[in-house]
Structures are given as structure tokens and as C-alpha cells.
């Protein structure tokens, strides 16, 4: 659906308040203390409205790149912006929403707790914090655990409450960062169906995986990411096609082999 | 789930749809007071732990050391014992109190990496550091007015100098509850902080002249005691229950500044810069 030179191209995202992007990403670098450069150079475009998907292996940059879109990582260079704000604005803060991958819940604060409190860091008052928890309780079928810690729920409770938190301030650009990983069929089949919905209400979503068929099912657009760098870019059918694959396990498979054939090394 | 998700989840999650991009950031709360809302929530939630504890644990130095056994120990400068020991005390739990409040706090939430929840919102640098640290002062108050009202109906020990007092009181929460947190930023393991509280803190505040007059000492100890920073905030206390200390109310305050002023800009260099908070 999006072509990757159209939308990657320095005419588009920072620099041209013309096109709306939901996120750019221009010569993103991340090297860590010890020398470790995980992400190097890297362009992103994702576009207003786009279910995007971000495959790769481990340490290839995925999760260097989301904290650094949230703000929990330091760049080292480049630019990123989120709807045209600098990504470390306030404006650009309050629009993105975020379900890490590891379960990260506050274990002093109830289920209900957590939810009033992180609307709260982003600015709502008490009342609308109040109702929007128990709409997403009602939702994401916490409704009776709104008095539980955290540390008291299922894995997949756990998981649950992740996305609602991540919804809680209504963000326009929500990141799910391998949201799936360990949650049985059942929930993600439904954690899949919720995402559809919350596509088609317009909120663009930034989605890592280790599910191929995930993504496939799921999104619009599928970039392959490996040693910090985008090796691939196109729609499911697309990329399919570019690698003469059945499946989007087959081009995974072929893009990484061919990434490593053409000699470009992984950080180490 | 599932079957809600087909039919209004989008309309539930996104009550008023899309939020514009372009609208300026506004506030119906300040996320600044939520933040200062969930510390004091979180050690509330811990009441017998976290202030019941610390101050039983006070007042027993008061009724053991200062009730049985004062009354054995000769008046200091003309102050019983039993009231001489209370300000030091005093000082001694609140400062307590404001560290391990914010060192485990914000250790805690770096280790769950639930911080990421406050790191990633709008809240600005300096609004974290303040919503992390009120807990500890407020925490610290708390547990300096128990040990007060205690204190002074047990012993009978007079405020001499209550604006003195309340000073050395404001800087001495400031300095600790930033301490707490800088600590909870560096902190790679509990030990660690268990280590400040026990192998620092503690005999710090022990050789800060709590139970005894600096001038009592050998010369060298006399000196020593003089590098200790919990000295000054010991005598600033002393100063502020009884009228008089081993240093002048002065030099007292003036290093209780230094030392809240100092912790105060490592600290808002740590938040400004993300230091140790992000990679």
C-alpha cells in the first residue's frame, strides 16, 4: 500500500510540513556506552492511519528504535518526529502510547490504580481518568480485578492490562512492541481483533513481532530490520512477490540470508 | 473480550475519536501533582512499614536511653540528657525516612521498569524529579512531626528556635529525599542501598553527635566529627529544640544549604540529561 521510496524519500516527514507522517524517523544512530551501535542511520517513515509492521531478529534495533520514539532512549543522532513535533515535545508525548514488551506495571497501585495514574502523567483530570479506566476495564474484561495488583493477575491479565494502559490517553499513535509474545491463542486472537478495531477508528499503529503471521494478518506494511538497518519495505503482497516467497516467513528467511550474503555485518 | 471487541471497542477506546495532532498540550490536572499523588499513595499504602516503624523505632532511643537511663547521665551544657538526645533523633529519622522513601522508590520502579510509564509522558525533567522526591519529604515530615509531638510530651523538651528549626527541617528533607533519589538512580541491586543506609547514613548519624557534645571528645575526634556532614544537621536541630549547639546556627544552616543545594543540582543534572535513567 505505501511504497517505500515514496515514503522514505527526504520530500516527505521532517522538513515538508505538507505530508502528514505519524512518525519520521531521519539518521536515527544509537551507539551505547561500550561502543555498541545498535541502530545506525536509519530512515522511517510510517504515515497518519497505518497499521506498520517491524520484523526482525533480536537485537536488530527494533526496541532501540520504539524507546527512542518514546523517549526512554537517548539517540545519538538523527531526528525524530512524531505528527511533525519533535519527538521529546510534550505535544509529540501525549500521542504516543506504548505497550512495552516486558510486562511493566506498577505493583504498589491496584489494576484501576495504574490506569488513573498514568492518565494522570499525561495530563487528564480525575474524573475523566476515572471513566476512561473502567470503559477500558469494561473492554478489556478487568472490570473485576480494578482493586488487584498487578503482581495478583494471569500472565495474559497482565498483557491485557499493558494495552489498556497504553490506550488510557487516548494516544493517536499506539506502538505495540511484540504485545503477543507468551499470550496464548485465545487472547491473541483477540488482542489481534482489538488492534484491527482500533486501525479502522483511524489510530495508527507501530507493531513489532516475532509472529510472521501476525504481521501478515495484520498489517499494511511490513519493513524488515536487521543490524539497525531497514533491508526491506513493502506491502505483505509486495514483499512476497519481491522475494519470490509463499510467505512472509519466506521472505524473512530469504531477506536475512540475502542481507548477510551481501556482507553487511551485525553490530556485535 | 472477543465479543465486545467486534461490537464497540473502537467506540469505547476512542470515545471522541482521534485526538488532533496539532492541539496544543493542555492539562485538566498537572501531571506534576498525579506523580506527587502516586509517591505518597505508595508509601501510605506501606503506613506500618513505612512511618509506624521508624518512629517506634526512635522513640525507643528515647525512653531507653533517654527515660532509663538519662537520669544517670549528667546534664549536657545544662540540658537533661533526656531532652538533649531527642533533636538529633529527630533529625536522624527524618532523613532516614526521606532517603530510603526515594532510593527504594525509584529503584523499584527502574527495576520493574515501570518508570517508563512517567519517562515516556509529557511530564517535563525537573516535574519527574520533583513528583519522585515529594514522596520522601512528605514521608520525612510526617515522621519528624510524630517523633515531635512525641517527643516533646515524653521528654518535655521545648522548640528554643522554631524558625531555626523549621529551616533546618525544610533543607534537611530536600538534601535526603534528593539524596534518595540519586542513590535509587546509581542503585544496581538492593544491597547497594542497604549498604548507604547501614554502612553510611547510620554511623554517620551516630557520629554526628546525636547521644553526646562533640566537646567531649579527644581533640582528633573532635575534628573528625567536624567532616561529618550530619554534624551540622544534628546541630542545626539542636539548635532549633534547646538554643544552643557545639557550631554556630550559621555555619550550621550554611552547610545544610550546601549540602541541599549540591544534591539538588546532581539531581536535576541526572533528570535534565537522562543519566543512568536512559540509555
Known amino acids: ?268 | 473480550m472477543s465479543g465486545r471487541v467486534a461490537d464497540d471497542t473502537a467506540a469505547a477506546v476512542l470515545p471522541g475519536g482521534l485526538r488532533d495532532p496539532d492541539a496544543p498540550f493542555v492539562e485538566d490536572r498537572r501531571g506534576l501533582l498525579w506523580l506527587c499523588e502516586r509517591e505518597i499513595v505508595r508509601f501510605m499504602k506501606l503506613w506500618m512499614q513505612t512511618l509506624i516503624a521508624p518512629v517506634m523505632s526512635s522513640l525507643l532511643f528515647i525512653v531507653v536511653f533517654g527515660l532509663a537511663l538519662g537520669d544517670n547521665i549528667a546534664d549536657v551544657d545544662g540540658v537533661p540528657y533526656k531532652q538533649f538526645i531527642v533533636p538529633g533523633l529527630v533529625v536522624q529519622a527524618i532523613l532516614t525516612a526521606a532517603y530510603s522513601n526515594n532510593s527504594s522508590t525509584v529503584f523499584q520502579a527502574r527495576s520493574d521498569r515501570f518508570i517508563n510509564d512517567v519517562l515516556s509522558s509529557p511530564l517535563r525533567w525537573w516535574e519527574v524529579n520533583i513528583g519522585l522526591a515529594i514522596g520522601g519529604v512528605v514521608r520525612g515530615l510526617l515522621t519528624g512531626i510524630l517523633l515531635l509531638v512525641l517527643g516533646v510530651a515524653i521528654t518535655g523538651v521545648g522548640v528554643e528556635q522554631p524558625l531555626v528549626l523549621l529551616v533546618a527541617t525544610v533543607l534537611v528533607l530536600i538534601a535526603f529525599a534528593q539524596l534518595g533519589v540519586i542513590a535509587g538512580i546509581y542503585a544496581k541491586s538492593w544491597d547497594f542501598m542497604a549498604f548507604v543506609t547501614s554502612l553510611v547514613i547510620l554511623p554517620l548519624s551516630f557520629l554526628g553527635g546525636i547521644f553526646y557534645s562533640v566537646d567531649r571528645l579527644p581533640a582528633a575526634w573532635e575534628v573528625v566529627s567536624h567532616v561529618n556532614p550530619i554534624f551540622y544537621l544534628v546541630q542545626a536541630f539542636r539548635i532549633g529544640f534547646v538554643g544552643q549547639g557545639d557550631v554556630s546556627t550559621g555555619l550550621a544552616l550554611l552547610v545544610l544549604v550546601a549540602l541541599a543545594a549540591g544534591l539538588s543540582a546532581w539531581c536535576a543534572w541526572l533528570f535534565r540529561t537522562g543519566h543512568r535513567l536512559k540509555p
Request: hydrophobic residues 45%; aromatic residues 6%.
Open chain 1, 1 to 268: 500500500m505505501f511504497d517505500h521510496a515514496s515514503t522514505s524519500d527526504s520530500g516527505s516527514g521532517i522538513g515538508s510540513p505538507a505530508a502528514r507522517q505519524a512518525l519520521s524517523v531521519r539518521g536515527f544512530t544509537k551507539t551505547y556506552e561500550g561502543g555498541f551501535t545498535a541502530v545506525d542511520g536509519l530512515d522511517l517513515d510510517v504515515p497518519d492511519g497505518a497499521f506498520f509492521g517491524l520484523l526482525g531478529p533480536n537485537g536488530a534495533g527494533k526496541t532501540t528504535l520504539i524507546g527512542a520514539i518514546c523517549n526512554l532512549v537517548r539517540p545519538t543522532a538523527g531526528e525524530i518526529e512524531v505528527f511533525g513535533h519533535r519527538h521529546d515535545a510534550r505535544e509529540a508525548r501525549r500521542l504516543v502510547g506504548l505497550a512495552e514488551q516486558d510486562i511493566n506495571l506498577d505493583r504498589f497501585l491496584s489494576v484501576q490504580e495504574v490506569l488513573i495514574y498514568h492518565a494522570g502523567f499525561f495530563g487528564m483530570g480525575r474524573a475523566h481518568a476515572r471513566r476512561r479506566a473502567a470503559e477500558l476495564m469494561d473492554v478489556f474484561e478487568l472490570a473485576s480485578k480494578a482493586k488487584v495488583r498487578p503482581t495478583a493477575l494471569s500472565g495474559g491479565m497482565r498483557r491485557r492490562l499493558l494495552f489498556a494502559r497504553a490506550m488510557m490517553h487516548e494516544p493517536r499513535l499506539l506502538i505495540l512492541d511484540e504485545p503477543t509474545a507468551g499470550v496464548d491463542v485465545e487472547l491473541r486472537s483477540e488482542l489481534w481483533e482489538y488492534t484491527r478495531r482500533l486501525h479502522e477508528a483511524g489510530t495508527t499503529i507501530v507493531l513489532t513481532t516475532h509472529y510472521l503471521e501476525e504481521a501478515e494478518a495484520l498489517c499494511e506494511e511490513i519493513a524488515l530490520i536487521r543490524g539497525g538497518r531497514i533491508i526491506a519495505r513493502d506491502t505483505a503482497d509486495g514483499l512476497r512477490a519481491q522475494y519470490d516467497a509463499d510467505d512472509i516467513a519466506g521472505v524473512y528467511l530469504k531477506a536475512m540470508q540475502g542481507d548477510a550474503a551481501a556482507g553487511n555485518a551485525v553490530p556485535a
